[in-house]
């Protein structure tokens, strides 16, 4: 049953997913649309592994976002699971908004056509990092490019980093989402766990302080999490597939691993609020991207 908002009008809610190339900014915008850092953003393709849920609502609606990784052509099987993430979709979302960057609308053969074409579902274009475009007319432009390539059923410019434009986005979707209830406690955020998340911001630092491939051969595991008042305690395994990562991951004389701690303990501390003690651990499991009992067992399922 749906009920009507103060407003008189009908109270909606639906799933809907964000997606687009690696480094689109979909990250951005899904932190900024829940006015937290639920996903993890670097300047880096292929940040995102997972598909995330944060849950917008206000009065008038809820809407259930969900981040997912850059659309690629996979080439092993961890990015064919990345991207059996954004083909779920299909099945889970009620609506989808295409991200791209305005400075790089895709080619003509880019792989997310195809993509898009395969979901089926409504698309709203959101021409991203507006703030970088000179003005209207160039994003007006991308806007043309796009629709020659896909049917949309709505286009707009935004700017997920200073946040032009995202209102009228979120206007927008809820306007095509169907009346009814909440689905989520209008104040819970996501239903991931607090594991996952600080798994992520180990991620995210991985991403910041290694270089090349490192980042792209490592998985984060919490092994342990054990909460006390003051503090919370956990154990992080790390998980490269070759032996020679080990070495570059730990650096000289452990250097750099004790940065990754230093840094990863930060961030996990201004999430939580508390005193964190984190330990890292680095393990070899050979090829584990490739390997489908390790990526289950890693959460890449
Ligand atoms: N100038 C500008 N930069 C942006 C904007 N949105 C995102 N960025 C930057 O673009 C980079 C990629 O942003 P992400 O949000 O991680 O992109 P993503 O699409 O989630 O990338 P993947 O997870 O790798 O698929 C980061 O350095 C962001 O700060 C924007 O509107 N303007
Ligand atoms: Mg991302």
């Known amino acids: 049953m749906s009920e009507e908002t103060k407003t008189g009008e009908m109270h909606r809610s639906g799933f809907v997913g964000i997606i687009g190339r690696p480094n689109a900014g979909k990250s951005t915008l899904f932190n900024r649309l829940l006015g937290q850092k639920l996903s993890i953003i670097t300047h880096k393709a292929q940040t995102t592994r997972h598909r995330i849920p944060g849950f917008y609502s206000d009065d008038t609606c809820q809407i259930v976002f969900l981040d997912t990784p850059g659309?690629?052509?996979p080439a092993y099987l961890l990015q064919e699971k990345m991207m059996d993430k954004v083909l779920r979709l299909r099945n889970d979302a009620d609506l989808l908004v295409h991200m791209v960057d305005g400075r790089r609308p895709p080619d003509a053969d880019d792989v997310v056509w195809e993509t898009l074409a395969q979901l089926k579902l409504?698309?709203?274009?959101?021409?991203?990092?507006?703030?970088?475009?000179?003005?209207?007319?160039?994003?007006?432009?991308?806007?043309?490019?796009?629709?020659?390539?896909?049917?949309?059923?709505?286009?707009?410019?935004?700017?997920?980093?200073?946040?032009?434009?995202?209102?009228?986005?979120?206007?927008r979707i809820r306007d095509r989402l169907p009346p009814g209830p909440a689905f989520y406690p209008k104040d819970q955020a996501s239903d991931l766990t607090l594991r996952f998340f600080v798994s992520e911001l180990i991620?995210?630092?991985?991403?910041?302080?290694?270089?090349?491939?490192?980042?792209?051969s490592c998985a984060v595991n919490v092994v342990e999490y054990r909460e006390e008042d003051a503090i919370d305690h956990i154990d992080a395994e790390i998980v490269v597939s070759r032996n020679s990562q080990k070495g570059i991951l730990i650096g000289k004389k452990g250097a750099q691993l004790k940065e990754l701690g230093i840094r990863s303990r930060k961030e996990i501390e201004q999430l939580t609020g508390k005193q964190a003690n984190l330990k890292l651990f680095v393990k070899v499991r050979e090829k584990w991207?490739?390997?489908?009992?390790?990526?289950?067992?890693?959460?890449?399922?």
């Open 203 to 216: 991620r995210e630092q991985l991403f910041l302080l290694y270089e090349k491939e490192v980042p792209y």
């Open 71 to 73: 659309i690629i052509q």
């Open 122 to 171: 409504p698309v709203i274009l959101a021409v991203n990092k507006a703030d970088l475009l000179g003005g209207q007319d160039s994003a007006a432009e991308v806007v043309g490019i796009c629709r020659e390539r896909f049917e949309y059923v709505d286009a707009l410019a935004i700017s997920a980093l200073d946040g032009s434009g995202v209102d009228a986005l979120v206007a």
């Open 289 to 301: 991207r490739d390997k489908e009992s390790f990526l289950k067992s890693y959460g890449y399922r």
